[in-house]
């Protein structure tokens, strides 16, 4: 070839459109109701979801009432996570209103409850074994909706799984170490059933499944009691609850308190408790600290 056509080929191929580069689809919209289901989800999901949460950290699911921007965000949603078992009684109006078409994923729809005061209770969370089948839900549903990312969310639950199966082994070696005699404690409503029945403890509180619900005076005067027998460990506030009828119920007891615990929401990003694992690990150490003691 002469120069001459050598150098006419190097320019049409320097001007020549270049072959258009595979689209990447955009990360999945993702809403979670609460802030514990988020996590759970970006977990799963990776960098392959936008979730984003609903209620926030530190704040109360039982009572919430959704905004205008809630509205928006699931009607924009490609994938809707909820607990279900009554957890969120908000949630079929804001769906309603929002004319939301997506998948809905229940992660409690397939976990026997624990009942509860004559009702579901809710917090199926509070066992790290019941968040697994969240996890196999999750990434079932997440599939579905984008099957080119399925490998990745397969890859990104199987990791999450030995994490939370770790978690059941090391909140049961540690509770295995504490006498029977002391896994009793209070806490300001009924939260913590699954926890209790996952590792043998004994919960009492004020409030039923709901923080909707009202104590009565009969159910704290009976707290009241336990804690001046001695028959009850130790007390504990909530991260999501006002923490005066819990303080109250410890000074007349005769009792302390012996720190925070989170029950339905996590702590802020960044903070020990701002993971569901993170937040697990601070009930266990929060609980061992108190439960211990002399």
Wanted: net charge positive; aromatic share 8%; charged share 20%.
């Amino acid at each position: 070839m002469s120069s001459r056509r050598l150098i006419l080929a190097t320019l049409l191929a320097a001007v020549a459109p270049l072959a258009p580069a595979a689209a990447v689809e955009p990360p999945l919209r993702v809403v979670a109701s609460f802030s514990i289901l988020a996590d759970i989800a970006r977990n799963v999901g990776g960098d392959r979801v936008r979730v984003t949460s609903l209620v926030g950290p530190n704040a109360d699911a039982h009572v919430y009432d959704p905004r205008p921007s809630d509205v928006a965000a699931v009607a924009n949603a490609d994938v809707l996570l909820t607990n279900g078992l009554g957890f969120e009684g908000w949630m079929d109006r804001l769906v309603g209103a929002s004319g939301f078409q997506g998948r809905w994923i229940v992660a409690a729809a397939d976990i026997a409850p624990r009942p509860a005061d004559g009702h579901d209770d809710p917090h199926a969370w509070q066992d790290p074994r019941n968040v697994i089948r969240y996890v196999n839900r999750i990434s079932a549903v997440l599939a579905a909706t984008r099957p080119a990312d399925a490998a990745t969310f397969a890859v990104n639950a199987e990791r999450y799984r030995r994490e939370l199966l770790a978690l059941d082994a090391r909140i049961r070696r540690a509770v295995d170490s504490l006498p029977p005699a002391r896994r009793r404690f209070v806490t300001s409503h009924d939260a913590f059933g699954y926890f209790a029945r996952r590792y043998g403890f004994t919960i009492f509180a004020p409030q039923g499944w709901s923080t909707d619900d009202q104590a009565s005076a009969r159910d704290v005067a009976a707290l009241i009691d336990q804690l001046k027998a001695g028959r009850v460990r130790a007390v504990f506030v909530e991260n999501i609850t006002d923490p005066r009828l819990i303080e109250r119920i410890a000074a007349e007891g005769g009792a302390t308190v012996g720190g925070r615990l989170y029950s339905d929401a996590l702590a802020q990003h960044g903070e020990p408790a701002g993971t569901y694992l993170g937040m697990m690990r601070h009930n266990l150490e929060t609980l061992l600290a108190a439960l211990r003691s002399p």
